[in-house]
């Protein structure tokens, strides 16, 4: 699924690698494994920790405090790290590096920054919707203040990446940041949000939403002009 998000830039790879982190490998393989029927492993570690809550007699008259517990030990999601992996163009086909503050702050190009940070964002809500039973299912996302610490060039990338992943997204930002949006390949429409002229009196009055620009391919007829 991951690699749809970069069919246009297929030197840059990426995966997804959950690593345990309170666990052995083997019980998180068993959680992991939906056709598995039995899952001995897992089993014993959920059993050892519900053992552990019902014996610790510090939680026998505090509700709060017991439910506290119950979810640091009983939170599968606790249990391992979600980590994503990118390999760069440059790299050896085996050459992954994990995508952390290291890596963001490490130069890399727009594509690579683009396809690390948001492909694995919208890995979650497209596979819930995939499960869709409607053709026309709306793929979907909003962002708040998008791209805002983010150069011209890495900001497209992101907007090329966002498309190419099937999504469609509205991203609010301040005014004159539309510039950065306006990536080749990605239809776009601005509005421009205009503050009531009339304020200070206690009443609420609705913002003007007006088109600013629209960004779009046009087609070629073969044809100079």
Known sequence: MLSQGTQRAQSIKLKIRLTPTEVADVVIAEARNAFKEARPNLVAEVQRRLNLLANNTTLADDEEAFNVEAQKLLDTRQWSAFEVLI?????RDDAYEVVDDKFVQSGGSGAEKAQAMVLPL?????MVLQQSNLKDTP????FDEFADKLDPETAKSFARTIANFGFNFIAT???????????DGVDNIAYEVLAPAQQGDGRFHANRVRPALIWQKEAYDGSLS
């Not at 390999?87 to 790299?91: C, E, F, I, N």
């Not at 919208?122 to 497209?126: E, G, T």
């Open 139 to 142: 793929y979907l996302v909003m």
């Open 173 to 183: 930002m301040p005014s004159g940041a539309q510039n950065k949006i306006l990536a």
């Open 87 to 91: 390999k760069r163009r440059q790299s």
């Open 122 to 126: 919208l890995l979650v809500p497209k």
